[in-house]
């Protein structure tokens, strides 16, 4: 019966601790209604982590070649994103025309993207922590130069 | 007991009070530069809010074409030989003034130095005519200039100025249908 008790025991405990380091950097939210032609409700939650994990799937040709692009920015994203985490809460940009309003905000520790239409509605909630490992890693894959 | 349990917990408080306030005196609100673009005809909008502590840890990490280090290199064929460092220069060292003056049929420009600031007016009379007005505080004339060799100007000196310039509207463009504005305060969002 202890047995059983402390085999449990370490399941659990080994679950919560996974769960953990999947939810430490946090969730991405996604959400999308389609109004036209039916209306489609799509509402996604994921660990964050689980896109850095994913990136080890992709094909290394094209992360190679991404790499590349990406690097000779890296100083900027990284000051940019160090500043972002570190700021307060503020829509960055907001585009409103008639019938679309689109806005790029930091709310908490994640970028938000909300895009609404007449025919959709789009937010999108990323964790500012998860878009710089997943860049930082992005950088990193690839032949150095 | 209890009142000596109070005590500590009133001195702990009394403690933690004294050791944030140096902290919470230090920190000095962020700082935003708004611009919006109105189009009224097309019922169109765009806000963008830079925080410009944001903005002035970004910049020395461009480097590409004339900007390097948060310093822009100006040519002297990119403003046909005019040493725009020794204008500016003349600019903050000379007293209030009204620099220029035009007056046409259809339009006005003055350019002046005014209460510690640089002023342009443009006014284009015709119907629906553009209205420019930029105020551009001296202090970031002055931080354009400053640790800079003879070509360059420091455009990150010249964002920790406008950071500590105050609120300010920096320049305001109207015509018959658009409306820029671009401004500096302590809000995180356009009003």
């Known amino acids: 019966m202890i047995l059983f008790g402390k085999i449990a025991l370490g399941i659990v405990g080994t679950a919560v601790a996974g769960v953990g380091v999947l939810c430490s950097e946090g969730m991405i939210e996604v959400k999308v209604v389609e109004r036209q032609p039916e209306v489609h409700h799509v509402y996604v939650i994921a660990p964050a982590m689980l896109v850095p994990i994913g990136m080890h799937f992709a094909p290394q040709r094209d992360l190679s070649r991404v790499a590349t692009q990406i690097r000779p920015w890296m100083p900027t994203i990284r000051a940019a994103l160090d500043q972002l985490r570190d700021s307060d809460d503020v829509t960055l940009v907001e585009v409103k025309e008639p019938g679309e309003h689109v806005r790029v905000a930091k709310e908490g520790g994640s970028i938000v993207v909300d895009v609404q239409d007449e ?8 964790p500012i922590r998860a878009i710089s490992s997943t860049i930082e890693q992005l950088a990193a894959s690839g032949p150095t130069i | 007991m209890r009142k000596r349990l109070c005590g500590i917990v009133m001195v702990c408080i009394l403690a933690a009070m004294v050791g944030a306030a140096p902290a919470a005196m230090a920190a000095t609100a962020e700082r935003y530069l708004h611009i919006t673009v109105n189009d009224a005809t097309k019922g ?3 806000n963008v809010n830079v925080p410009l502590s944001m903005a002035e840890k970004i910049l020395p990490t461009l480097n590409k074409g004339n900007l390097h280090n948060g310093h822009v290199t100006i040519g002297s064929t990119e403003m046909n030989d005019v040493d725009i460092r020794a ?6 060292t000379s007293p209030d003034n009204e620099f220029v003056t035009v007056k046409e049929k259809d339009q006005d420009v003055r350019v002046a130095k005014s ?10 009379g015709a119907k629906g005519g553009e209205k420019v007005d930029i105020t551009i505080p001296m202090k970031v004339v002055d931080a354009l200039l400053s640790n800079t060799k003879n070509n360059e100007l420091d455009i990150s000196a010249a964002i920790r100025a406008l950071s500590d310039a105050g609120d300010a509207l920096l320049i305001t463009v109207e015509d018959a249908s658009q409306h820029v504005r671009i401004w500096v305060d302590s809000k995180n969002a356009s009003e």
Request: cysteine-free.
């Open chain 1, 119 to 126: 025919n959709e509605t789009v937010h999108v909630s990323t």
């Open chain 2, 44 to 46: 169109e909008s765009v």
């Open chain 2, 87 to 92: 204008l500016l220069d003349a600019l903050r």
């Open chain 2, 115 to 124: 209460n510690g600031n640089l002023v342009v007016h443009v006014r284009d």
